[in-house]
């Protein structure tokens, strides 16, 4: 499985930003996909996840109402749309993919990274 994840840059606070992960090698569809961000010095950290059908997501409360976890199957690809960026939102995102099919926050549940994207929110 390969991941690669886009869209990441400099942006002020208030802005947006939408990133974007492509998958391969096995059948995207089936799977549960995720995204988490690692700020400098920090543990890297659940944002939101979607399962296989995209019907059912969930956020960390840290951006939730803020940001949107979407897919589309026919293109083996999931998004972030990130809307009201913070400074605090300055991180590597990371994409990933887990094993089963339903909605997973904790990393351990995710077996396939993507390399990371940089988003940087200037105040």
């Known amino acids: 499985v390969q991941l690669q994840a886009s869209g990441g840059g400099l942006v002020q606070a208030g802005g947006s930003l939408r990133l974007s992960c492509a998958a391969s090698?096995?059948?995207?569809?089936?799977?549960?996909m995720g995204w988490f961000r690692q700020a400098p010095g920090k543990e890297r950290e659940f944002i939101a996840t979607i399962n296989w059908s995209g019907r059912s997501t969930d956020y960390a409360d840290s951006v939730k109402g803020r940001f949107t976890i979407s897919r589309d199957n026919a293109k083996a690809t999931v998004y972030l749309q990130m809307n009201s960026l913070k400074p605090e939102d300055t991180a590597v995102y990371y994409c990933?993919?887990?094993?089963?099919?339903?909605?997973?926050?904790?990393?351990?549940?995710?077996?396939?990274w993507g390399q990371g994207t940089q988003v940087t929110v200037s105040s």
């Open positions: 090698g096995r059948t995207f569809s089936n799977y549960v």
């Open positions: 990933a993919q887990g094993d089963r099919s339903l909605m997973v926050t904790s990393s351990k549940d995710y077996h396939y």
